[in-house]
């Protein structure tokens, strides 16, 4: 496996893991437990932007090397996310996600690492393909 190989199947994972993750945790956008403990930001708007978010980054997954600009995009996109979760983290209990339900409490207790790791990768992909 070479490094765009690596590259191109990180940008997959990344979409995947927004469009499994968001449409398993909220059943399909039925699921208002998830809205309820962040009613702005994992509203079902905001949910459904981050499929959005998803599907661009399976989109440019192989030809990313053409866009480095907008993998920076998406490295900033997931900083952003990674800021709203460590937020809410300090603000909230995944005790109270867990009991009002238990896919949210998963989702909660997960979204913001993932977002960190693929906000990492996609900093990687932005820098290595500036010096290349």
């Known amino acids: 496996?070479?490094?765009?190989?690596?590259?191109r199947n990180g940008f997959i994972a990344a979409g995947l893991a927004n469009i499994i993750g968001v449409l398993g945790s909220s059943r399909f956008l039925t699921n208002d437990a998830i809205n309820q403990l962040d009613p702005v930001v994992?509203?079902?708007?905001?949910l459904t932007m981050i499929l959005v978010w998803g599907a661009a980054y399976i989109a440019v997954a192989k030809n990313?090397?053409?866009?480095?600009?907008?993998t920076a995009v998406f490295c900033i996109e997931k900083a952003i996310y990674s800021a709203v979760w460590i937020q809410w983290q300090l603000n909230?209990?995944?005790?109270?996600?867990?009991?009002?339900?238990f896919q949210a409490g998963v989702f909660y207790s997960i979204y913001g690492i993932n977002d960190i790791l693929f906000m990492l990768f996609f900093g990687w992909v932005f820098l290595t393909r500036q010096r290349a």
Not at 1 to 7: A, F, N
Not at 42 to 46: I, P, R
Not at 64 to 70: C, F, K, N, S, T
Not at 92 to 101: F, G, I, R
């Open 92 to 101: 909230n209990t995944l005790a109270d996600a867990y009991t009002l339900d």
């Open 64 to 70: 990313h090397a053409a866009v480095p600009m907008l």
């Open 1 to 7: 496996m070479t490094v765009d190989d690596i590259k």
């Open 42 to 46: 994992m509203s079902n708007f905001g």
